[in-house]
């Protein structure tokens, strides 16, 4: 892992704000993520809840490490910092991806798209939502720096 962080750091400058390196970050991981997720739903006849479930779950693995030390720099301990990334995970997941999938089978009234189709799209919807809501969730919530004295 430090690996990775070496080289982030050596391609992005180290002043590089928060919300850029989140982005790199986070599209290493929506890429994990996502890839994982068409796998489980479209390869493996996995269902679209736990498709999006484990996908993400494999994602939060590589970003919590990441974003902690990383992107944020965050002085916050494991210890304190790991229950509220894992809290916000959970919350921003089940908001965005439950949102996602209501919104597509609203649009489906009106434009009748297959299955497949709807499921996908929804995938994609909810990634965006996800992304989002995690951001600020991580920065201000999760690995917002303690003042030290």
């Not at 796998?39 to 996908?55: C, D, E, H, K, Q």
């Not at 597509?104 to 434009?111: G, S």
Request: glycine share 6%; hydrophobic share 45%; charged share 10%.
């Amino acid at each position: 892992m430090s690996f990775i962080i070496l080289s982030l750091d050596k391609y992005l400058k180290p002043t590089t704000n928060p919300l850029v390196r989140f982005i790199f970050v986070g599209i290493m991981n929506t890429c994990i993520g996502l890839i994982c997720m068409f796998f489980f739903l479209n390869v493996a006849g996995i269902s679209y809840w736990t498709s999006t479930f484990t996908g993400n779950a494999i994602g939060a693995c590589f970003s919590f490490l990441l974003n902690r030390t990383y992107t944020f720099k965050s002085n916050v301990s494991f210890h304190k910092g790991l229950p509220k990334f894992f809290a916000t995970i959970f919350i921003c997941y089940f908001l965005a991806y439950f949102c996602s999938e209501k919104l597509m089978e609203w649009t489906n009234q009106f434009h009748p798209f297959s299955t497949s189709i709807e499921e996908n799209v929804s995938v994609l919807l909810g990634s965006t939502l996800y992304t989002i809501a995690n951001y600020l969730g991580q920065k201000y919530f999760v690995f917002k720096n303690i003042k030290t004295a």
